[in-house]
């Protein structure tokens, strides 16, 4: 169970520095659109389009190591007034409600995945991306991040972690 | 179940998930998918993650990530701490100057972040010990700059007026010029309250024995006037339609890193990680909320809600300032609850085209919207700056920080209906600027 848990880690933390180089990838590519298109004065083809499918791809891909490090918001209302017992069980109902979500994204992602590549569908646009490639990320992202549900909810059952991070003195 | 029966349903499981504490972005999501599947069957879900994917594959999102970049970049660095040192060795002298320092250091660095929370931990973590050294009471210079801070989306670059713009296909640059006087304006209301309470209860704020010369008053400015330059590029580039968002943005982001390394020498790779691991997290957060959005409005719009609700509340033919009051009193009461960019997603596309049969410009619109999500950001139970604050100075209670920060939420209380008698605070500058707006 550990080991899962370690295991998962991991992969969150991988798919988070794939997430940031992404980032940063868009960042060169888009300056360097802007210096051929009013410096150089060139068209541009590939650019905008790319930019756009990395940084859909970093938001999937990089929402597992935001779930690791608790970065998603939420509403913590509830949870601060309730006792530990009772935020226990709502934490889980929030994880397992939250793992639903993010399993069901990630089977449908694999299904339009298949479909594209079966199909071999290309973007309509001048660059004519093969879409298998971007669709890829929503299977790959949702797919992680139901892993790191389950490690959250094992985490969560193990008493490893306290129920939404609050512990008794925060309370207090 | 008539549509708008089925609106009320859709908000009470909404609010029942949202209150078990999961992720905003996924209750929306869950949300959408189980209405779907209830009243459509599992059939229904074939055309979701195109849905999601369509959400999000809009170049001008792009903007949102850069500009959250750009403001990491500056938020890493001692510019927060440089600004707010230029400004208070120019206005030391004013009485409460170090609390107008400390305003203006907060709307400037606004303008370089886009973000409420960074400008409230830059600018808070070098003024607040500085105010509680010169002894100025606890709750005014917390309440302070946890109101300066919520001027980051609303002095432009603004995450939230790129989401607006783009949720409800208003011009983003309009938008963005839009904000810059309304910021002024509430920044000087800010300033303007600072001072009456100074005044009025007598403060002495003891000055010290520091003066500053003219040459160090000259010397510091060099360490800002290029993030000051980077501002007026961008601004520049935007109103003159010379480049989009997304690429001035982006562009933005690679001068700032680059001005970091250089004025601040931060070489160190494990700095500049950092910078780039704040600005993945932060904005994979919002966009994921921005498409899980997505699912949620293409659920009420394929159930006919939103366009149930909309002509519903047409043909209550109230008249137009009652609507605006009912409309605001709903922005606030949600702002206190969810985070700008989902009250925006969730309300934006059905508000704005009532608002603008009611007669009111939707760039207008897009600057009260935000100065309610502002008040949002200081208010309880969910006041985002009030946390931050908290985190910068824990010795002074949560309770203080709420009192102090109160008369600031007024200022923009005050601020909405000072543009609502006179909408042309938003509206002159993007005009001016950009020629007469065509809908």
Same mark, same amino acid.
């Given at each position: 169970?550990?080991?899962?848990?370690?295991?998962?880690?991991?992969?969150?933390?991988?798919?988070?520095?794939?997430? =940031?180089?992404?980032?940063?990838?868009?960042?060169?590519?888009?300056?360097?659109?802007?210096?051929?298109?009013?410096?150089?004065?060139?068209? $541009?083809?590939?650019?905008?389009?790319?930019?756009?499918?990395?940084?859909?791809?970093?938001? %999937?891909?990089?929402?597992?190591?935001?779930?690791?490090?608790?970065?998603?918001?939420?509403?913590?209302?509830?949870?601060?007034?309730?006792?530990?017992?009772?935020?226990?069980?709502?934490?889980?109902?929030?994880?397992?409600?939250?793992?639903?979500?993010?399993?069901?994204?990630?089977?449908?992602?694999?299904?339009?995945?298949?479909?594209?590549?079966?199909?071999?569908?290309?973007?309509?646009?001048?660059?004519?991306?093969?879409?298998?490639?971007?669709?890829?990320?929503?299977?790959?992202?949702?797919?992680?991040?139901?892993?790191?549900?389950?490690?959250?909810?094992?985490?969560?059952?193990?008493?490893?972690?306290?129920?939404?991070?609050?512990?008794?003195?925060?309370?207090? | 179940?008539?549509?708008?029966?089925?609106?009320?349903?859709?908000?009470?499981?909404?609010?029942?998930?949202?209150?078990?504490?999961?992720?905003?972005?996924?209750?929306?999501?869950?949300?959408?998918?189980?209405?779907?599947?209830?009243?459509?069957?599992?059939?229904?879900?074939?055309?979701?993650?195109?849905?999601?994917?369509?959400?999000?594959?809009?170049?001008?999102?792009?903007?949102?990530?850069?500009?959250?970049?750009?403001?990491?970049?500056?938020?890493?660095?001692?510019?927060?701490?440089?600004?707010?040192?230029?400004?208070?060795?120019?206005?030391?002298?004013?009485?409460?100057?170090?609390?107008?320092?400390?305003?203006?250091?907060?709307?400037?660095?606004?303008?370089?972040?886009?973000?409420?929370?960074?400008?409230?931990?830059?600018?808070?973590?070098?003024?607040?010990?500085?105010?509680?050294?010169?002894?100025?009471?606890?709750?005014?210079?917390?309440?302070?700059?946890?109101?300066?801070?919520?001027?980051?989306?609303?002095?432009?670059?603004?995450?939230?007026?790129?989401?607006?713009?783009?949720? $409800?296909?208003?011009?983003?640059?309009?938008?963005?010029?839009?904000?810059?006087?309304?910021?002024?304006?509430?920044?000087?209301?800010?300033?303007?309250?600072?001072?009456?309470?100074?005044?009025?209860?007598?403060?002495?704020?003891?000055?010290?024995? $520091?003066?500053?010369?003219?040459?160090?008053?000259?010397?510091?400015?060099?360490?800002?006037?290029?993030?000051? %330059?980077?501002?007026?590029?961008?601004?520049?580039?935007?109103?003159?339609?010379?480049?989009?968002?997304?690429?001035?943005?982006?562009?933005?982001?690679?001068?700032?890193?680059?001005?970091?390394?250089?004025?601040?020498?931060?070489?160190?790779?494990? =700095?500049?990680?950092?910078?780039?691991?704040?600005?993945?997290?932060?904005?994979?957060?919002?966009?994921?909320?921005?498409?899980?959005?997505?699912?949620?409005?293409?659920?009420?719009?394929?159930?006919?809600?939103?366009?149930?609700?909309?002509?519903?509340?047409? =043909?209550?033919?109230?008249?137009?300032?009652?609507?605006?009051?009912?409309?605001?009193?709903?922005?606030?009461?949600?702002?206190?609850?969810?985070?700008?960019?989902?009250?925006?997603?969730?309300?934006?596309?059905?508000?704005?085209?009532?608002?603008?049969?009611?007669?009111?410009?939707?760039?207008?619109?897009?600057?009260?919207? $935000?100065?309610?999500?502002?008040?949002?950001?200081?208010?309880?139970?969910?006041?985002?700056?009030?946390?931050?604050?908290?985190?910068?100075?824990?010795?002074?209670?949560?309770?203080?920080?709420?009192?102090?920060?109160?008369?600031?939420?007024?200022?923009?209380?005050?601020?909405?209906?000072?543009?609502?008698?006179?909408?042309?605070?938003?509206?002159?500058?993007?005009?001016?600027?950009?020629?007469?707006?065509?809908?």
């Amino acid at each position: 169970m550990n080991a899962y848990i370690r295991f998962v880690a991991i992969l969150s933390c991988l798919c988070g520095i794939a997430a =940031g180089a992404m980032l940063v990838i868009s960042v060169l590519v888009v300056c360097q659109m802007v210096a051929l298109r009013y410096i150089l004065v060139e068209p $541009t083809i590939w650019q905008t389009e790319f930019v756009t499918y990395l940084l859909l791809s970093a938001t %999937f891909v990089g929402a597992p190591y935001l779930l690791l490090t608790k970065g998603h918001v939420n509403v913590d209302l509830v949870p601060i007034y309730l006792k530990p017992r009772a935020r226990f069980v709502l934490a889980l109902v929030a994880s397992t409600l939250s793992l639903l979500f993010c399993a069901t994204i990630a089977w449908l992602g694999v299904q339009l995945w298949l479909e594209a590549w079966e199909n071999s569908w290309y973007s309509d646009s001048m660059w004519e991306v093969r879409l298998w490639i971007p669709y890829l990320a929503m299977p790959i992202g949702f797919g992680v991040l139901s892993l790191q549900y389950i490690a959250d909810l094992f985490s969560l059952i193990l008493r490893h972690e306290m129920p939404f991070g609050i512990s008794e003195e925060d309370v207090e | 179940m008539s549509p708008l029966e089925l609106g009320i349903l859709v908000a009470v499981v909404l609010i029942i998930v949202l209150l078990t504490g999961a992720p905003v972005a996924f209750s929306l999501g869950i949300v959408a998918l189980g209405f779907l599947v209830a009243i459509e069957g599992p059939g229904s879900l074939t055309i979701i993650a195109e849905t999601f994917f369509g959400g999000l594959n809009e170049f001008a999102l792009l903007s949102i990530p850069m500009f959250i970049l750009m403001g990491a970049a500056i938020a890493s660095s001692r510019a927060g701490s440089d600004l707010y040192e230029a400004l208070e060795r120019w206005f030391y002298r004013v009485p409460g100057g170090l609390l107008i320092s400390n305003l203006g250091a907060c709307s400037i660095f606004a303008a370089l972040s886009g973000s409420s929370p960074a400008t409230c931990a830059a600018i808070g973590k070098m003024g607040i010990p500085e105010m509680q050294k010169r002894g100025y009471p606890n709750g005014l210079s917390t309440g302070a700059i946890a109101a300066g801070g919520t001027l980051g989306i609303l002095i432009p670059p603004s995450i939230t007026m790129i989401v607006y713009g783009i949720a $409800t296909e208003t011009s983003i640059g309009r938008l963005f010029i839009a904000g810059l006087l309304p910021g002024l304006m509430l920044t000087a209301l800010f300033m303007a309250w600072s001072l009456f309470y100074a005044h009025r209860k007598g403060f002495r704020f003891n000055i010290g024995d $520091t003066v500053y010369s003219w040459r160090q008053k000259i010397e510091i400015l060099p360490k800002i006037l290029p993030f000051l %330059f980077i501002i007026a590029m961008i601004l520049w580039a935007l109103y003159g339609g010379v480049a989009t968002p997304s690429e001035a943005a982006g562009v933005g982001a690679l001068f700032c890193i680059v001005l970091v390394v250089v004025i601040y020498k931060m070489w160190n790779p494990a =700095g500049l990680w950092e910078i780039v691991r704040v600005a993945m997290r932060e904005s994979v957060m919002i966009m994921m909320i921005i498409g899980t959005a997505a699912l949620f409005s293409y659920m009420m719009s394929n159930f006919y809600i939103t366009q149930s609700l909309a002509e519903w509340i047409a =043909g209550l033919e109230v008249s137009p300032w009652l609507l605006l009051f009912y409309v605001n009193i709903f922005l606030l009461i949600a702002g206190l609850f969810l985070p700008p960019v989902a009250v925006i997603l969730m309300t934006a596309p059905t508000l704005v085209p009532i608002i603008e049969q009611a007669g009111y410009d939707p760039i207008w619109f897009g600057v009260v919207l $935000t100065i309610n999500m502002e008040i949002g950001l200081i208010t309880p139970p969910v006041g985002l700056n009030l946390y931050v604050i908290n985190g910068i100075v824990p010795d002074v209670k949560l309770p203080t920080i709420l009192w102090g920060a109160l008369p600031f939420m007024l200022c923009m209380v005050l601020g909405i209906i000072l543009l609502m008698l006179f909408p042309g605070i938003a509206t002159w500058l993007p005009d001016h600027l950009m020629g007469a707006a065509q809908y």
